[in-house]
């Protein structure tokens, strides 16, 4: 007991003294004796600190478990519309756009000016307005004008003329107003000499004509649509004698679809007044033609009546059948077409002087009766590029016209250089084929082509005078690169006959006649143009280049091989 008593006295006291000596460590600065100059030194003792289970409670804060207030937020979205993109299949190939093409800057107004061997003389001038898809206009002005080896072998043509056309988004009008002169003589003559023509008589022909047209714009996919069309025209023609002749007319048709069936009406009526020395004739038509059309995507049948009133100096009355027919063999490459039907050709001194310009004065006027025409054949297409078509017809006319040299004037002599206008008896029946190529690959070849053969048949006249039974009639262009394109024309008519009237010194009343035979011929010419620029270009042409001084008329030879070169501007 004593001895433990010792133990536990010296413990304490130890820790008493320990204690003692930290508490001086921290409490008691250390003080520089500066009387005894002596030094004390500082001692820090710290103890890392070790938290025990007791220091728990100093957190005595707990969350609130019974706050049920709600929390919102507030979010805002960017929806974004894109395309979802599957890529389980094959994805379509979206077209880039193309570059915007530069509009190609064309010439507007055109002039040509040339020049050849016969004192030919050469003149063309166009001008028209840009390009305006809704207003268009322009002003033309040729001028031709020759010289032949023979007396008075002489032509001049001058042409004036404007037009104006005004394309709207349901109607679109045009119009055109021109003046046309041809002047020539009557230099024909025999040579064989049996008539004189030391002086041949010159012959002019004036013509002043307008017109206008007036129609509505269509859906062509529409098949209930409903169209219309009116047209106006008038035309004033003299001669450098006394005939004279003036006509009026006005045409219009009216269409209305209903799904695949279409009816409709077209008429015209023409008025014609034509005078000369010693005489005046009225001539006048009233047409008209009602029908009803079926269309398919393979077939067009179209079937009516043609109605035609001849009024004026002739009063005859006319019912025509109208009938025709298309059908498609292969759509868009072969299909087969015919017609049936007949109508009234009316002969004026305007349509029979642009045919042949040698006519006499007083000619017969006469209108041609269409009685039966019936037309049939094939057309389509090769190739894109490629066309043709052939047709073959059969034809019944009354009152047919052919031209017959003059020989009989006041019981005298006459003028063989002139013909009269004479007519078949009875009917003259016409059997014929058409035949027709056109090839255009743009501008690097193009060539059309027509063939015609006719068989004449009449019961009266052994030939059919002056009307040929075969033409053939050709043009071709061919470009070599950008500067340098070539064109040529071919003419090919087959022989023909000539009544050719002889008179009696016993009763000249009562001439006979005789045959001529007037050859067959080839017209060939040719010609080049070279583009120096964009505005100035040249051309080089020879017509007739074999030389033939062929006949198309009795006693009137042509004239032979004729160069003209000259120059073209475009601005």
């Known amino acids: 007991m004593t001895k433990k008593y010792h133990i536990a006295t010296a413990l304490f006291l130890s820790c008493s003294f320990a204690l003692s000596l930290s508490a001086n460590a921290q409490t008691t600065p250390i003080k520089k004796d500066t009387t005894r100059n002596a030094v004390t030194e500082e001692i820090e003792v710290v103890r890392s600190y070790k938290p025990v289970l007791a220091d728990a409670v100093k957190i005595r804060r707990s969350p609130n478990l019974n706050d049920t207030q709600p929390f919102n937020p507030k979010v805002t979205y960017d929806l974004l519309d894109k395309r979802l993109e599957l890529n389980s299949g094959i994805r379509e190939l979206e077209a880039q756009k193309l570059a915007l093409e530069k509009v190609a800057q064309l010439q507007n107004n055109f002039a040509k000016i040339g020049f050849g061997n016969l004192g030919t003389t050469f003149g063309q001038l166009n001008i028209a307005t840009g390009q305006d898809q809704a207003l268009q206009a322009g002003f033309n002005l040729t001028h031709l004008a020759m010289s032949g080896k023979l007396n008075a072998q002489k032509i001049s043509k001058q042409e004036i003329s404007g037009y104006g056309r005004s394309i709207g988004d349901h109607i679109i009008l045009e119009g055109k107003l021109g003046y046309n002169r041809f002047g020539t003589y009557f230099y024909g003559q025999d040579p064989n000499g049996s008539f004189a023509n030391a002086s041949p008589e010159q012959q002019k022909f004036g013509t002043f004509e307008g017109e206008g047209i007036l129609f509505n714009r269509v859906d062509a996919d529409d098949e209930t649509s409903f169209t219309y069309a009116a047209k106006i025209g008038a035309s004033i023609f003299n001669n450098a004698f006394s005939a004279k002749e003036n006509n009026f007319n006005l045409s219009g048709g009216i269409g209305k679809g209903l799904d695949k069936i279409k009816v409709g009406a077209n008429g015209i009526v023409d008025f014609t007044s034509s005078k000369d020395l010693k005489y005046s004739f009225s001539n006048n038509l009233f047409k008209v033609n009602p029908y009803i059309q079926l269309n398919t995507d393979l077939l067009r049948f179209t079937a009516g009546v043609n109605y035609v009133n001849e009024f004026g100096s002739n009063q005859r009355i006319h019912f025509f059948p109208a009938a025709s027919l298309d059908f498609m063999l292969i759509k868009n490459y072969l299909t087969l077409f015919g017609s049936f039907g007949g109508d009234i050709n009316k002969n004026t001194i305007k349509g029979f002087a642009s045919e042949n310009p040698y006519l006499n004065e007083q000619i017969q006027l ?111 262009s061919f470009k070599i690169g950008d500067k340098i394109k070539l064109n040529g024309d071919v003419y090919f008519q087959g022989d023909t006959k000539a009544k050719i009237l002889l008179i009696s010194a016993i009763n000249p009343n009562q001439p006979d006649y005789t045959v001529k035979s007037i050859k067959a011929f080839a017209d060939i010419s040719a010609g080049i143009e070279y583009q120096y620029n964009k505005k100035i270009s040249g051309f080089f042409r020879v017509n007739n280049i074999l030389g033939n001084e062929y006949y198309k008329y009795p006693y009137y030879p042509n004239y032979g091989i004729n160069i003209l070169g000259g120059l073209s501007y475009g601005f």
């Open 366 to 476: 006469r209108n041609t009766v269409n009685k039966f025409n019936a037309a049939g054949g094939i057309r389509g297409t090769f190739a894109a590029n490629i066309g043709f078509k052939a047709m073959v017809s059969y034809q019944t006319l009354e009152d047919y016209s052919y031209y017959l040299n003059n020989q009989v004037k006041n019981n005298q002599l006459g003028q063989p250089q002139k013909f009269d206008i004479a007519y078949f008896n009875g009917n003259m029946n016409v059997l014929g084929f058409d035949g027709e190529l056109n090839i255009n690959f743009t501008d690097a070849f193009t060539l059309d082509s027509k063939i015609n053969l006719k068989q004449y048949n009449n019961s009266v006249e052994p030939y059919a005078w002056l009307h040929p039974t075969f033409t053939l009639s050709s043009n071709a």
